[in-house]
């Protein structure tokens, strides 16, 4: 649309500058026709032929002659003014010309000033345009971001509040657990220790201490499976003896499977020992 | 609102107890603590060798089999209760051993080289883990077969004991031997440390007493009666060179080395009664000690070498005193142990004194821990003299009274196992062991 305005504008502007040349043109054509009208209607004179005395026809010869040679020192003189006239009228259809030419530049100039000042104007609208609608977009997306931003920030605390809660049951559950569990405990302490006893027993009945002389003592540590077999033993601590660990050792080895309870449960907690080999000189 | 908090309060000192409890768990594992073990020997089966070639003169799984058993610490099963006879790891089928309770075994073979020597090869192996613990090949002319088998002994010994063995040393003694017409032959001899492998060092028409090695095992002082009175006599175990160091009028006896090897204790009595003195071997000087009209005899050094332990009687009866070298003071060791305590030893740690004690029942022989003042009576025979420490610790070798006269006897130190030594007629006496072989 404006586009179509500023096209329209220009063509206005083109079309005046035209009419302004054309009206120029018909101007210096009319001053033109006024002056070379004197030339071409000069009358030239027609001699007649008549039979006279020679004296009166020298006379009139020379009358003749006189009249016409200040007939043609006037046509001279005519024919001065009129190329001198002629030649101001060139100089100043020249300078006339060269006045419309220099007005014609300068108009030429103007409009191209003016086109440029347009196109300039043009080109900075469309630069605000343009900037106007980058800012909009900027503006959107980040209200687009500090939306979301929001969102994620409501889901997140809705998430950690439902971890609470679960934490919190969970912590209940484990209370609860717990509170069972030590219940549990006491009854099962007895057993266990019952069968601790039974594993110490059997482990002394076949332990040869190498060095009863010396007070030593290493920390083995078993893992069995359920039925008591042992499945790894482990010197945890060594004696410093390495005779009196690998008896350790041995009888641990002689003594599996060790006595354990047939309970998983139970079996679960005493799976794992670790056996002080420690003894008083 | 306030409950809320209360409870979420409550279950967080819960969750802090659970998370604890849950760090100390390593430490929540059941503990059992073993505080006494079987007073016996370690269960260990010596197989015979295989053999290559020749037959070697000795049977080396027979004297490893004797030797550790002598200690009390082992108990090997006898040969003819093997349930098979391996020479080879591959051929041991460790679950038949394990039936037998057998802990540890010892196989190995003999191999006779081109060059007439053998070359023995033995294998210690833990029969519950199933590998070796120990193996060597080592060669040997035929002529030191027992010494090859007695250094296998050791290797064995300490590794299942964790103390170094004292199998390939060897023991000095004194025998004697009744002649026609009341004469009699005294012999100075040596042997292994099983009695085996006798060779004699002197010989005498006259009585020989006292051996007593010196520490770096080169030399033998001993007392000989060849000049009609009692001189103190060293000997070069290899070269048989002898020197006479202490001579004179009245008795000169009962050597003992310094630890250091420069100095004698001894026994003299020129000045009246037998006090002890010090010898400085270099310089030949003697220093008395001891200045007390009643006997002082039976010199000892402290393995440390700062006092010497004597018997005397200056209390009555016959008791063990002790010389503090540093300032000359004297003091008395056995109180409370009967009447009759003489010819004490130090033990190779020095904790305790080997002696002869005296009672109703005979004389025998007795263990003195120095730090607790434990007093063990080892023997059971009725005339048991002169105890001697094994260089380790382990083992007591003593002379005690048979059909044919004192025989040589070992005890191990704690007492379980005694066993007398092969011998090929005649008396021994005062048997010394030797230090360890350099």
Same mark, same amino acid.
């Given at each position: 649309m404006t586009f179509k305005r500023i096209d329209t504008l220009r063509a206005f502007f083109y079309s005046l500058a035209f009419h302004a040349g054309v009206i120029g043109l018909l101007m210096v054509s009319v001053e033109f026709d006024r002056y070379t009208a004197p030339i071409s209607a000069t009358p030239s004179?027609?001699?007649? #032929?008549? =039979?006279?005395?020679? @004296? *009166?026809?020298? &006379?009139?010869?020379?009358?003749?002659?006189?009249?016409?040679?200040?007939?043609?020192?006037e046509l001279e003189e005519r024919e001065r003014k009129l190329k001198e006239e002629?030649?101001?009228a060139k100089q100043a259809r020249q300078a006339e010309e060269a006045r419309l030419a220099k007005l014609k530049k300068e108009r030429e100039e103007q409009e191209r000033k003016k086109r440029a000042e347009t196109q300039r104007l043009r080109e900075a609208e469309a630069k605000r345009k343009q900037e106007e609608e980058k800012q909009r977009q900027v503006e959107q997306e980040q209200r687009k971001k500090a939306e979301a931003e929001a969102q994620r920030a409501e889901e997140e605390r809705k998430r950690q509040e439902a971890l609470r809660a679960?934490?919190?049951?969970? #912590?209940? =559950?484990?209370?609860? @657990? *717990?509170?069972? &569990?030590?219940?549990?405990?006491?009854?099962?302490?007895?057993?266990i220790s019952q069968y601790a006893g039974q594993i110490k027993a059997k482990i002394q009945s076949v332990f040869i201490n190498p060095l009863p002389?010396?007070?030593?003592?290493?920390?083995?540590?078993?893992?069995?499976?359920p039925g008591g077999e042992v499945v790894s033993a482990a010197i945890v601590r060594s004696s410093g003896n390495s005779a009196f660990d690998r008896q350790a050792e041995i009888a641990v080895e002689k003594a599996s499977p060790l006595p354990v309870p047939s309970d998983p449960r139970l079996f679960q907690k005493m799976r794992e020992i670790d056996l002080i080999f420690d003894l008083a000189k | 609102m306030k409950l809320v908090i209360k409870t979420i309060a409550v279950n967080l000192i819960v969750l802090i107890l659970v998370t604890a409890a849950g760090?100390?768990?390593?430490?929540?594992?059941?503990?059992?603590?073993?505080?006494?073990?079987?007073?016996?020997?370690?269960p260990i089966a010596v197989v015979p060798f295989g053999s290559e070639g020749r037959t070697p003169p000795v049977d080396v799984a027979a004297v490893i089999a004797a030797n550790l058993a002598r200690t009390g610490r082992f108990s090997p099963m006898p040969f003819e209760d093997l349930p098979s006879r391996p020479s080879e790891f591959s051929e041991i089928r460790f679950q038949d051993w394990r039936l037998f309770g057998m802990e540890y075994l010892v196989v190995g073979q003999s191999k006779q080289l081109p060059n007439g020597e053998f070359e023995v090869q033995f294998r210690l192996i833990d029969v519950y883990k199933g590998k070796q613990l120990v193996g060597y090949r080592v060669p040997a002319a035929a002529s030191k077969l027992r010494l090859t088998a007695h250094q296998v002994s050791d290797i064995i010994y300490e590794k299942l004991t964790g103390d170094r063995?004292?199998?390939?040393?060897?023991?000095?003694?004194?025998?004697?031997?009744?002649?026609?017409?009341?004469?009699?032959?005294?012999r100075l001899q040596l042997s292994d440390a099983d009695g085996y492998d006798a060779r004699t060092l002197l010989e005498s028409s006259e009585p020989l007493l006292s051996p007593a090695w010196s520490p770096d095992g080169n030399r033998i002082a001993y007392v000989s009666f060849e000049d009609k009175n009692s001189a103190i006599y060293i000997q070069d175990v290899r070269s048989g060179r002898r020197e006479r160091v202490a001579a004179g009028a009245g008795i000169n006896s009962a050597p003992a080395w310094s630890p250091d090897g420069r100095r004698l204790a001894l026994t003299r009595s020129r000045d009246g009664d037998p006090e002890i003195y010090i010898l400085d071997l270099s310089s030949g000087r003697f220093q008395r000690l001891t200045h007390n009209p009643a006997i002082d005899t039976e010199p000892s050094f402290s393995p440390d070498g700062r006092s010497l332990i004597f018997t005397s009687d200056r209390g009555g009866g016959p008791q063990i005193y002790s010389y503090d070298l540093a300032n000359g003071t004297t003091r008395r060791i056995t109180f409370n142990?009967?009447?009759?305590?003489?010819?004490?030893?130090?033990?190779?740690?020095?904790?305790?004194?080997?002696?002869?004690?005296?009672?109703?029942?005979?004389?025998?022989?007795?263990?003195?821990?120095?730090?607790?003042d434990g007093f063990r009576v080892l023997t059971e025979t009725r005339l048991d003299e002169s105890p001697s420490f094994a260089p380790n610790g382990s083992m007591i070798i003593y002379t005690t009274t048979g059909l044919r006269g004192s025989e040589l006897a070992a005890t191990s130190v704690d007492g379980r196992v005694r066993q007398r030594l092969t011998q090929r007629g005649g008396e021994v006496r005062e048997p010394a062991w030797s230090p360890f072989r350099k």
């Open positions: 004179k027609i001699v007649k #032929a008549v =039979a006279v005395d020679q @004296q *009166q026809v020298d &006379a009139e010869i020379k009358r003749l002659r006189a009249a016409e040679h200040k007939e043609r020192r002629l030649e101001k679960q934490e919190l049951l969970d #912590a209940i =559950a484990a209370e609860e @657990q *717990q509170i069972a &569990a030590s219940q549990q405990d006491e009854a099962d302490q007895g057993i002389n010396t007070k030593l003592s290493c920390v083995i540590h078993i893992r069995m499976i | 760090n100390l768990r390593a430490a929540d594992v059941l503990q059992i603590v073993i505080e006494q073990g079987l007073d016996s020997a370690l063995g004292a199998f390939a040393t060897r023991i000095a003694y004194v025998t004697v031997e009744s002649r026609a017409r009341g004469s009699k032959v005294f142990k009967g009447n009759y305590n003489t010819r004490a030893r130090f033990s190779p740690d020095g904790r305790s004194l080997v002696l002869v004690h005296g009672g109703q029942r005979g004389y025998k022989i007795a263990l003195l821990d120095l730090e607790t």
